[in-house]
């Protein structure tokens, strides 16, 4: 504990060197302490800590917390989960409740159904990913891009 205060003592006063050397042998200490604990474990004869120690205690089910934020009971989950479902997940959003959301999509939208341009076809062709499975027309990118490279040959 004593290597703990000198080393924050160390960090207030912006010793670097001093609070590298105290993490090092803080470090070495913490090592020499856990090998005798185990050891006085061991010695006990009580094999049941060992066990905890290389495999933790796992929940079985998650900590449910109610909406108040406190852990819910295993006898009380269903009903936290049914009330959060209610209150929470199903109720209903502000964006349903202002009326004018529903005017701002009533228009549709501006699209463009004139026949493409030349070029336009080009940037789309240039930019097809090779290797690609075909679509509806079973006919593969490497072929419209052949035929690209055609017309610009010929």
């Keep these: 504990m004593q290597n703990i205060e ?3 003592h160390a960090r207030r006063d912006q010793n670097h060197e001093l609070e590298r050397d105290l993490n090092k042998q803080i470090r070495q200490s913490a090592k020499v302490d856990r090998g005798l604990w185990l050891s ?3 010695h006990d004869g009580s094999w049941s800590n060992v066990r905890k120690l290389r495999k933790p205690q796992t929940w079985k089910q998650g900590r449910l917390r109610n909406l108040q934020g406190e852990l819910a009971l295993n006898t009380e989950r ?3 989960m049914a009330e959060y479902l209610e209150r929470v997940q199903w109720s209903v959003r502000f964006a349903e409740l202002v009326p004018e959301a529903a005017e701002l999509f009533s228009e549709a939208l501006p699209i463009e159904e004139s026949p493409f341009r030349p070029d336009e076809l080009r940037l789309v062709l240039r930019h097809l990913a090779n290797r690609k499975d075909c679509g ?3 006919i593969a990118a490497e072929f419209w891009k052949a035929l690209l490279l055609d017309q610009k040959c010929g």
Excluded: K, V
Aim: hydrophobic share 25%; net charge negative.
């Design 6 to 8: 000198r080393r924050n």
């Design 40 to 42: 006085s474990m061991l």
């Design 78 to 80: 269903a009903e936290t």
């Design 136 to 138: 509806d027309d079973n």
